[in-house]
């Protein structure tokens, strides 16, 4: 079912739940919004497909019986990454909440609390100002909206050549290639730098003998002498504890990613799941450990941090050193195909934004009313680059399959 603005008196939000109880008691505290209910996912994604433009915010529950509610998160993501996602749950472990908050969900709400605040959370995001996106993929509203569809193309294409999704082609060939490029540029990578904030002085030294053998290691006790030395230093991962003294561990994520947004901070914390840590999440930090620390968690943890900082470089860098440089027509257009067919799987359109990463020269045509062409239909597609590459004296080639 369509839903156009038009037809909206209230906020529109979806709630994804089996237990009908969580059901009853989020549409009496949210009274004052129009709320779509699914009791299992692939109507709840088919709705989200046509309806995610004008959807305020979706409420998910750990309840879902046919699909883990983690990988659910997954699928609306690829959908769109505006949308903000609520997780709600009577019963859930430690890691499940430290996983959700990777994945960007706004809030998990533990419905057992005394704190129990859905309806806080809520109106709290209803506040903000809100501008329906277009329903059209290819219309882009700003610079930090074409940046995410641009890095979103370039990490699916990353995905497509290193068998992470299904390959609808054979492309083995620019797999390889792919692959050994990416290596040589990962192997470019030195050793990650670390700066650890801890309070208490047997683990800030715990640490520092532990980590200064493999790393590039500086510490300091508390948040005050953090904020100095980033004054004058730059640090690939943080290793911060959630409670110091001076203060909050919210604040100081906050204040470490104005600095540098590609620092990737790991908190530290003797504590359960509680309001901070949730906070601390939200506000940017990649990991979250418990006190005692183990040392194989702990190396897994900065391994994993690491890892995710080069892989976004090398992600970012390809459409310049490899896409555009590195490929023939005849392989560009292979890898076309290929994104053209996930998408068709997905029921979503190729973007000229997936053109413009292999033939950026494209971008200096302007188009009626600044609307990007996008194709359903092969054939379209054939036309539209034969013709336009045909201009620019680029060999012209069949997008058929």
């Known amino acids: 079912m369509y839903i156009g603005v038009n037809d909206l ?70 959908l769109s990454d505006v949308v903000e996602i609520i997780v709600i749950s009577n019963d859930f472990e430690s890691n499940e909440v430290i996983n959700a908050m990777k994945k960007g969900v706004y809030d998990f709400i533990d419905l057992n609390s005394e704190f129990n605040n859905v309806k806080v959370v809520v109106n709290s995001l209803l506040e903000k100002s809100f501008i329906p996106t277009s329903s059209s993929p290819s219309v882009i509203n700003d610079v930090k909206e074409s940046d995410s569809l641009i890095f979103n193309s370039l990490l699916l294409l990353d995905q497509l050549l290193s068998n992470q999704i299904k390959d609808y082609l054979d492309l083995t060939e620019i797999s390889v290639l792919y692959q050994h490029w990416k290596k040589v540029e990962l192997d470019k990578f030195g050793v990650p730098s670390l700066l650890i904030v801890e309070d208490e002085p047997e683990y800030n030294d715990m640490f520092y003998d532990l980590l200064s053998k493999d790393f590039n290691v500086y510490s300091v006790f508390d948040g005050e002498s953090c904020k ?44 359960d799941i509680t309001r901070e840590v949730i906070d601390v999440m939200r506000a940017g930090a990649s990991d979250l450990l418990h006190k005692p620390v183990l040392k194989d968690d702990l190396f897994k943890s900065i391994d994993s941090a690491w890892l995710e900082t080069t892989h976004k470089h090398v992600v970012l860098t390809s459409e310049f050193d490899f896409f555009r440089k590195q490929l023939n027509d005849d392989q560009k257009v292979l890898l076309l195909k290929a994104l053209f067919l996930y998408y068709q799987s997905k029921n979503k359109e190729l973007r000229m934004f997936d053109i413009y990463l292999f033939y950026p020269e494209l971008r200096k045509i302007n188009y009626q009313d600044n609307k990007n062409p996008t194709f359903n239909k092969q054939e379209i597609i054939a036309n539209y680059i034969a013709g336009m590459t045909d201009r620019f004296a680029i060999k012209q080639f069949n997008l058929y399959c």
């Open 9 to 78: 008196s209230k906020p529109l939000l979806m709630l994804l739940s089996n237990n009908k109880n969580q059901v009853s008691s989020v549409v009496s505290d949210l009274n004052h919004c129009e709320i779509e209910i699914f009791s299992e996912s692939e109507s709840a994604l088919d709705f989200f497909q046509e309806n995610h433009p004008y959807l305020r915010m979706l409420i998910i529950s750990t309840d879902i019986e046919d699909i883990h509610f983690l990988d659910i998160i997954d699928e609306f993501s690829l």
């Open 228 to 271: 100095d030395i980033l004054k004058t230093e730059t640090f690939d991962i943080i290793l911060l504890d959630l409670f110091l003294p001076d203060i909050s561990g919210s604040e100081l994520v906050s204040h470490f990613l104005k600095h540098n947004q590609n620092s990737k901070i790991i908190v530290i914390t003797a504590f």
